[in-house]
């Protein structure tokens, strides 16, 4: 099996791990080597399982201290968007514009409501851009934060289905994104050298406006952040050198 596939299925059997162990949030996963043990597969692999799992939000990676639960797995959308990317890197396009749409809608509805987000849904928001701002500067750890940021404030809308498609496509995203950070441990430039209060400037205006109850100051915040996260992928777009009939290749195969 190939490496990327390999850690693919290793990331869903650590989710599976994590539920079947009732592993409770905020708890320590086992160490790289432990969790290789206990899967069969090498730690190389684990390690990029476990980056895989912070793109999705689930786990956080603190350097020097291991892996943790930042989030227990929900049922999740399950499509085929990697696989499209990977066989036309074309479509990144609508999936950026399908993504901006989702995060739009979520925060107008989240922002618009009635009844208008629970005291507890409020929190969560609040929890969610604490969390961002404790970790900014840190970037193994604002990539799950991000996440988690951007997906509660979407599933404030209180429709789960626009959460789990949301979460699917942000997902896949990121995960081409930051594609060299999961399969080589290697940040991109912008993150690597990002300034934390920019980072912090670019997100607490979609939560800000959500919790005053403003959709359309939401919705622009959420356009100006699209802004740079298309720029971040442009980049991630240059630096992908697949030649066409290598990518054209691996299509067949998987016919």
Request: some cysteine; hydrophobic content about 45%.
């Amino acid at each position: 099996m190939a490496p990327a596939r390999l850690a693919d299925e290793v990331a869903e059997r650590i989710r599976h791990f994590i539920v079947s162990e009732e592993v409770a949030e905020g708890a320590r996963l086992p160490s790289e080597r432990d969790l290789a043990a206990r899967l069969g597969a090498s730690r190389p692999v684990v390690s990029q399982a476990l980056r895989t799992l912070s793109l999705m939000g689930l786990v956080e990676i603190r350097r020097g201290s291991g892996a943790y639960v930042l989030r227990r797995p929900e049922a999740m959308v399950t499509a085929s968007l990697d696989l499209m990317l990977e066989l036309d890197d074309a479509s990144l396009d609508h999936l950026m514009e399908l993504r901006l749409w989702l995060e739009t809608l979520g925060v107008r509805g989240a922002a618009s409501r009635l009844p208008a987000l629970t005291v507890a849904q409020r929190a969560e928001v609040i929890t969610a851009l604490d969390r961002l701002e404790a970790v900014a500067g840190e970037p193994s750890e604002w990539i799950a934060a991000d996440t988690v940021f951007h997906a509660t404030l979407v599933r404030g809308c209180g429709n789960p289905y626009a959460g789990a498609v949301y979460e699917s496509v942000h997902t896949a995203i990121v995960s081409y994104e930051l594609n060299a950070w999961v399969r080589r441990d290697s940040l991109p430039a912008w993150l690597r050298d990002s300034d934390p209060t920019a980072q912090i400037a670019l997100h607490k205006p979609i939560a800000d406006a959500v919790l005053a109850k403003d959709p359309e100051r939401a919705a622009r915040a959420v356009l100006e952040h699209h802004a740079v996260m298309l720029e971040h992928v442009r980049a991630a777009q240059r630096s992908v050198t697949r030649p066409r009939g290598a990518r054209a290749a691996r299509a067949t195969a998987r016919r």
